[in-house]
């Protein structure tokens, strides 16, 4: 489920956050359409249909910036349940959290003298998936921190841009 980032127009109430999402949906089963017909066509066709493309990926990035700035101006309304069902997707809030690393090579150096070899790849990197469940678990691990947080998401429903691919960009 895409994450929700930047900020712009305020949508101003829940009915409208159900409206943006329709638009939102629509936008992406018309992307999702003109992605599946390009495929299909010789390159002096995708070539044609560039320009289209930018537009509704534009129309997307936009709409999905209102919904995400909507959802965290208005976490209230998402506390139970997290997202919105519409006929068009879900939005709402979704726990989210990732490993945040100080110091690589201090973080490296504290796992490597803990014996957490899984959590460090060859080159001397945190694995941070593994420090993650590491961290989750209540382990410390020096340099290192979880950091948790909700992120704003939403999901356009997969029939409805399958149908679009088959109906020629209608939803």
């Known amino acids: 489920m895409p994450r929700i980032a930047d900020d712009r127009d305020e949508v101003k109430g829940l009915e409208e956050a159900k409206r943006l999402m329709s638009e939102l949906a629509w936008a992406e089963c018309r992307l999702a359409f003109l992605d599946a017909f390009t495929e299909k066509e010789v390159q002096t066709v995708r070539e044609q249909y560039a320009g289209n493309r930018l537009i509704r990926a534009k129309l997307v990035a936009d709409a999905a910036v209102r919904l995400r700035n909507f959802i965290l101006r208005n976490k209230p309304l998402f ?14 809030l979704q726990t989210a959290s990732e490993v945040v690393v100080e110091d690589e090579d201090k973080a490296v150096s504290a796992l490597e003298k803990r014996g957490f070899k899984s959590c460090i790849k060859t080159t001397s990197t945190v694995v941070k998936s593994a420090v993650k469940k590491l961290l989750e678990d209540r382990r410390r691990i020096a340099h290192c921190r979880l950091k948790r947080g909700d992120t704003a998401v939403y999901k356009v429903a997969k029939a409805r841009i399958e149908k679009a691919k088959e109906r020629g960009g209608r939803a």
Do not use: E, I, N
């Open 79 to 92: 506390k139970s349940p997290r997202k919105v069902v519409t006929d068009s997707g879900s939005f709402g």
